[in-house]
Every structure is written in structure tokens, then in C-alpha cells.
């Protein structure tokens, strides 16, 4: 499974971004998705994630009441609506998906970025202050 992640770009500090991942090629919609991000020096963190069916998300308490994690089964696509950036969002945000479809964990599962089987090659957010 090959992933793309999509929407990156510069925007002023309060503003909003939506991100997209979506695999390349024919694959199965049903696997559990998530969002990182690794901002220059430091490690990748964990951000965001949602499971196989879209009922349940998972945020990062840097994150919660900010950002919005969703997918659409039928496009194949997840998406994370960012609002209200600020400069410490700034970042490379990666995509990944877990190896096994319709499978439900827990949410130390999906925080960890050993936990996910396929990543995408990242797409750069910069918030200016």
C-alpha cells in the first residue's frame, strides 16, 4: 500500500489547512488510519487517528479541540481539518495506515508510530506567526 498525503502548505497563524491521504493503486478502504508530524530536530508524534469504520478518533491533547480527523470509505480518503495553526503546528504531517483491515485497538496502539504498516511521504505545513 502506497500512500499520498496532499494539502500542506503556508498559512498565517489562526488560519486552516485540510490535509489528505489517500492510497495509490486498489486497496481495501477498511484500515485504520493516522496522522503524525515530525517538526525539524525533533522526534515524529503522534497527532491524530481513526479506525477502520470512522466511528472512533483519537487526537493528541496538542491537538484536541483543533484539529478534526475524518475519511470517507467510499473515496478511499482520510482527511485532517487543522484550524486554528499556530507556529508550533509547524511540521511535516505523514499519513499512515495499519497492516490489517477492520481491526479495532486501543488507543496506545495508535500512537505509536511502530503500530502502522504503511506511510506516505509527508506533505509540509508551515504556520507564520
Known amino acids: 500500500v502506497q500512500l499520498q498525503a496532499s494539502g500542506g502548505g503556508l498559512v498565517q497563524a489562526g488560519g486552516s489547512l485540510r490535509l489528505s491521504c489517500a492510497p495509490s493503486g486498489r486497496t481495501s478502504s477498511y484500515y485504520a488510519m493516522g496522522w503524525f508530524r515530525q517538526a525539524p530536530g525533533k522526534e515524529r508524534k503522534f497527532v491524530a487517528a481513526i479506525n477502520w469504520s470512522g466511528g472512533n478518533t483519537y487526537y493528541a491533547d496538542s491537538v484536541k479541540g483543533r484539529f478534526t480527523i475524518s475519511r470517507d470509505n467510499a473515496k478511499n480518503t482520510v482527511y485532517l481539518q487543522m484550524n486554528n495553526l499556530s507556529p508550533e503546528d509547524t511540521a511535516v504531517y505523514y499519513c499512515?495506515?495499519?497492516?490489517?483491515?477492520?481491526?479495532?485497538?486501543?488507543?496506545?496502539?495508535?500512537?505509536?508510530?511502530?503500530?502502522?504498516?504503511?506511510w506516505g511521504q509527508g506533505t509540509q505545513v508551515t504556520v507564520s506567526s
Open positions: 499512515a495506515a495499519t497492516r490489517t483491515p477492520f481491526t479495532y485497538y486501543t488507543y496506545s496502539f495508535y500512537t505509536m508510530g511502530s503500530s502502522y504498516a504503511y
